[in-house]
């Protein structure tokens, strides 16, 4: 089973910060990354970040590299995504999902859980 968590809720201003994490217990599929997409109102779903499963290399969108930071607790087997000066344009619906490409993760074959988590950044 694999939950999509997000406490506090999400809407903040711009500049604002949130974190959201995924719990991804007994997924027995091979991906090779897990972390997150979102799709905005009238736009296509894109890769937003992942962590890599045995090396922890990570990945971000062009538009969110140095704003957001992956990072994973095996133990609990959670990836978490530090979402820092939110811009209005990071307003989307965010899904946990897994990557199955070890090439440009993010681009490629993936798989996404739930209803997802309403981000809204909007003063």
């Known amino acids: 089973q694999v939950q999509l968590v997000e406490p506090g809720g999400g809407l903040v201003q711009p500049g604002g910060s949130l974190r959201l994490s995924c719990a991804a217990s007994e997924f027995t599929l091979p991906y090779y990354c897990m972390g997150w997409l979102r799709q905005a109102p009238g736009k296509e779903r894109e890769g937003v970040s992942c962590?890599?499963?045995?090396?922890?290399?990570?990945y971000y969108a062009d538009s969110v590299r140095g704003r957001f930071t992956i990072s994973r607790d095996n133990a609990k087997n959670t990836v978490y995504l530090q979402m820092n000066n939110l811009k209005r344009e990071d307003t989307a619906v965010y899904y946990c999902a897994a990557y199955y490409s070890d090439h440009a993760p993010l681009r490629g074959d993936q798989d996404y859980w739930g209803q997802g988590i309403q981000v809204t950044v909007s003063s």
């Open positions: 962590i890599s499963r045995d090396d922890g290399d990570t």
